[in-house]
């Protein structure tokens, strides 16, 4: 069964740190992965999506990166700040190929 | 507003009742899904649709039925309503292609009673 997993499961930092998240992934044949934000009680942002044929995608202070050889995708976040807090999930695929990670959830403090 | 919106945001109902959860988009994306969010589980797919008309089962369809006859609409339904029912229920769409971006909906929060 194809899985997607997450680590760590929940991560707390003081502000102004930088950090990784990590996911790994058990199928080679990925079509793409994303990265979500989820606030508590609140629906799916995209953060960043990373097609197969990419290594690595960047938006502000976000940058994700992909390694299909080894299944593994990380999300480093630089200079986290209190706003940072909520649950970040990996998600491989697209489509009726989706599987969710099941989230880290962050802590930045102030 | 353009985006993809869901209804009811928050519903209770009792076991046995018929529920549908409505989903809409404005960006005319070809895909949509609907997914469930449980703790322990994340998110699961129950049935996805590539077009109108065109729908197929994913992870966990039991106890689900959907239909497409338009574009932008997706509605779920709970023909009859279980207790194991109780989560929230995210809709999402993305354009042609199971590559590209899925946006998702605010979620619906379901209670069986």
């Known amino acids: 069964k194809q899985e997607v997993t997450q680590i760590p499961a929940a991560l707390s930092v003081p502000e102004g740190e930088n950090l990784v998240l990590n996911c790994s992934f058990t199928?080679?044949?990925?079509?793409?992965l994303q990265w979500f934000r989820q606030d508590p009680g609140k629906g799916l942002t995209s953060l960043l999506l990373?097609?197969?044929?990419?290594r690595e995608q960047t938006s502000g202070r976000l940058n994700a990166s992909l390694d299909k050889s080894s299944g593994r995708s990380t999300l480093y976040i630089a200079a986290s700040q209190p706003g940072d807090s909520a649950t970040y999930l990996c998600?491989?695929?697209?489509?009726?190929?989706?599987?969710f990670g099941a989230g880290t959830r962050l802590f930045v403090k102030a | 507003d353009a985006g993809i919106t869901q209804s009811p945001r928050y519903k209770i109902t009792e076991t046995g009742r018929q529920v549908t959860l409505m989903c809409h988009q404005t960006?005319?994306?070809?895909?949509m899904f609907w997914y469930r969010q449980d703790l322990g589980h994340g998110l699961r797919l129950i049935y996805y649709?590539?077009?109108?008309?065109?729908?197929d089962k994913g992870e966990v369809p039991d106890g689900y039925v959907v239909s497409r006859s338009k574009t932008e609409n997706f509605p779920l339904t709970l023909e009859s309503a279980t207790r194991s029912q109780t989560s929230v229920y995210f809709c999402?769409?993305?354009?042609?292609?199971?590559?590209?971006?899925?946006?998702f909906g605010p979620g619906t929060r379901l209670t069986v009673t």
């Open positions: 960006w005319s994306h070809s895909y």
């Open positions: 999402a769409s993305s354009d042609a292609g199971l590559a590209y971006e899925q946006y």
């Open positions: 998600v491989e695929g697209g489509g009726f190929k989706t599987i």
């Open positions: 199928d080679s044949a990925i079509y793409n």
């Open positions: 990373i097609q197969s044929s990419q």
């Open positions: 649709s590539a077009a109108a008309d065109i729908t």
